[in-house]
């Protein structure tokens, strides 16, 4: 059972970078592939971005050139770095396989215009 905590969420102006990280208690070696989510209110949770254990990325159109999704499975955490920001981007942001049920209580972030 591994659980899940996102951090590094916050209040951005538009334009502005986040790094978000995602630090999970059990290992994440044998999880095929991590993913970070978002959701914003009244809106379905959606795939950001997706990395295999070999290293193979995938990111939603919205946001590919601008975010970059990393794993670390010595450290069991997975990153999220967050360039350009623009108020769409605005959503609590979450961390899991994309086949497991490990959701955390995810990180806020806010993009002002």
């Known amino acids: 059972q591994v659980q899940l905590v996102e951090s590094g969420g916050g209040l951005v102006q538009a334009g502005g970078s986040l790094r978000l990280s995602c630090a999970a208690s059990g290992s994440i070696a044998s999880i095929y592939a991590m993913a970070w989510y978002r959701q914003a209110p009244g809106k379905q949770r959606e795939l950001v971005a997706r990395i295999t254990s070999d290293g193979w990325t995938n990111y939603a159109d919205s946001v590919k050139g601008r975010f970059t999704i990393s794993r670390d499975n010595a450290k069991n955490t997975v990153s999220l770095r967050m360039n350009s920001l623009k108020p769409e981007d605005t959503a609590v942001y979450y961390c899991?396989?994309?086949?497991?049920?490990?959701w955390g209580q995810g990180t806020q972030v806010t993009v002002s215009a």
């Open positions: 899991n396989g994309d086949r497991t049920p490990y």
